[in-house]
């Protein structure tokens, strides 16, 4: 159950990264909201990839409970908060 837990830990943080980076060339010139709020443009296959990414992601640590305990959580966090870092990178180009 270890490999698979891993597997889709790092198929959540794929498709999360997948989807912050078409949703950033989507909007190239505007900022996207962080926590709440709609960009301007939103690709629909991005909130696809994006509830993928969180099934997966707790699914795996799920998965992997049994394992390593409490870690599991700790690598969801850093799974999900990839794309959150490319969020913090696209926005920081609008300030002034």
Known sequence: MFTWGLSLLFLAAVFG???MVRLIAANPDSPLPMWQGRPQR???FTI????LSGGLGVFGVFLLWSEIGFWSILLL???LGIPIVLNLRHNRRFEA
């Open 17 to 19: 990264t997948l989807s």
């Open 42 to 44: 939103l690709p629909q």
């Open 77 to 79: 966090i850093v799974a």
């Open 48 to 51: 696809i990839l994006r509830g």
